[in-house]
């Protein structure tokens, strides 16, 4: 392809440069050992030099580019921080031990129990920094009242890469089961 007269190879390799104080990101075509950047190769003038003299037509349009930045694709389809499973369950059980080992069973509060316990159990998970996963958090307390109980879920799932972990915790007078899965984001 060309413009103006340049050849413009359409394989280049793109550097994503973040400015230190600002939340912009520029990228910038490598020929050889000279970075230009996409206006300079193109021959387009920057959005920010379109709207120099209107401060709201600026404004407007530093909103649109936030909005349109779009990241390759890396085809990479292993994680290289892998979910390992038993730190995952030893979280999980020290925050069940710790937000119920003093509490008697309520249903009515076991619903803000359960949000915030899940809440808990997914920051400490994503604090572990496991390698482009999502987590799902469920936390299921059930009075005990001489009864059986199964739980069942089903997912979509990639036996390789996606895993999960449950962790449970039990007192005099309920039973608290968290389940935590955690599915590989490609």
């Known amino acids: 392809a060309s413009h103006g007269g340049q050849r413009v190879t359409p394989f280049v ?17 490598v020929k ?44 990479r389809l292993e994680p290289y921080n892998r979910v390992r499973d038993y730190l995952v369950r030893n979280k999980a059980q020290e925050i069940l031990m710790s937000k119920l080992q003093q509490d008697e069973y309520d249903g009515a509060s076991s619903l803000f129990l359960c949000a915030s316990i899940s809440e808990e159990i997914l920051k400490a998970v994503k604090e572990l920094n496991f390698d482009r996963y999502k987590y799902v958090v469920s936390i299921l307390i059930v009075e005990k009242a001489n009864q059986a109980m199964k739980v069942a879920s089903r997912w979509v ?30």
């Open 13 to 29: 390799c793109i550097i994503r440069l973040a400015a230190l104080h600002s939340q912009r990101a520029k990228f910038y075509y």
């Open 32 to 75: 050889g050992k000279k970075a230009q950047s996409y206006y300079e190769v193109s021959g387009l003038a920057s959005v920010e030099e379109e709207h120099a003299s209107d401060p709201g037509k600026a404004k407007l349009a530093s909103k649109a580019n936030k909005a349109k930045i779009r990241y390759a694709n890396t085809y």
């Open 157 to 186: 799932w990639d036996v390789q890469r996606d895993t999960w972990v449950s962790a449970e915790y039990e007192t005099k007078t309920f039973f608290a089961l968290a389940l935590v899965a955690a599915c590989y984001y490609e």
